[in-house]
């Protein structure tokens, strides 16, 4: 069956540095979708990327789908303790199931 | 607006006991989502709801577990005979329907502790 794997699984910065999480799928996608869940709480939403190649940033966050459609990855420019957190992709084939990815869980450190 | 949400917060078990959690989706989604998240892994898939229908019981571990939802709106997920292995969060999403081009919103989590 489908599967989304993410890497690093753990990553700990200092405060100011940069932060990439890397998801690939087993599958072509649809669309991939991401979302942050901060120690204690539960996952948000942050964007979601349907067309190949695609590219949108948030402030300091920009997320990037592959031209397969097959990868996609999340980047924080100057990270900040409010960042801290794991960050999680979630993929569709175009049905209502979305596979989520392993996570990467981001540390930042003051 | 009122979010997703869920009760209890927290359930503590004994092994064998069934155990009942509650979602509340978002009022006029009539997509519903539940997940599983282990200590510090990702979310499993357990089921979806469109309505009331729950075309794919597939992501469900074992036949201990079951859902419903009721009037398109509040579901419930039971686990019979309860594991220890069952122990974990359980996670209620919502969406604005079943196309794969919704967000989902997500509850606050039940935590599930089997002993």
């Known amino acids: 069956g489908q599967q989304v794997m993410q890497i690093p699984q753990y990553q700990h910065v200092q405060e100011g540095e940069d932060f990439t999480t890397y998801c690939n799928s087993s599958?072509?996608?649809?669309?991939i979708q991401w979302y942050k869940q901060r120690p204690g709480g539960h996952p948000v939403f942050l964007i979601q990327?349907?067309?190949?190649?695609e590219v949108k940033k948030q402030k300091r966050l920009t997320f990037q789908f592959g031209e397969a459609k097959k990868n996609s990855s999340l980047h924080i420019t100057a990270t900040q303790t409010t960042d801290v957190g794991t960050y999680f992709c979630?993929?569709?084939?175009?049905?209502?199931?979305?596979?989520f990815g392993t996570g990467t869980r981001l540390k930042v450190l003051a | 607006g009122a979010g997703v949400s869920q009760s209890p917060s927290n359930k503590v078990t004994e092994k064998g006991k069934d155990v009942e959690l509650r979602c509340d989706p978002i009022s006029g989604h009539t997509a519903l989502y539940w997940y599983r998240q282990s200590l510090g892994q990702g979310l499993e898939f357990l089921i979806y709801?469109?309505?009331?229908?729950?075309?794919?019981k597939s992501g469900l571990p074992s036949d201990r577990f079951s859902a419903e939802r009721t009037g398109g709106s509040v579901s419930t997920l039971t686990i019979q005979r309860t594991q220890q292995e069952d122990s974990a969060v359980y996670l209620c999403a919502s969406s604005f329907s079943m196309s794969s081009y919704n967000e989902q919103f997500f509850g606050p989590g039940t935590r599930l502790t089997v002993l």
């Open positions: 990327l349907v067309k190949s190649g």
């Open positions: 979630a993929g569709s084939s175009g049905t209502y199931k979305y596979i």
């Open positions: 599958t072509t996608l649809s669309n």
């Open positions: 709801f469109q309505g009331n229908s729950a075309p794919d």
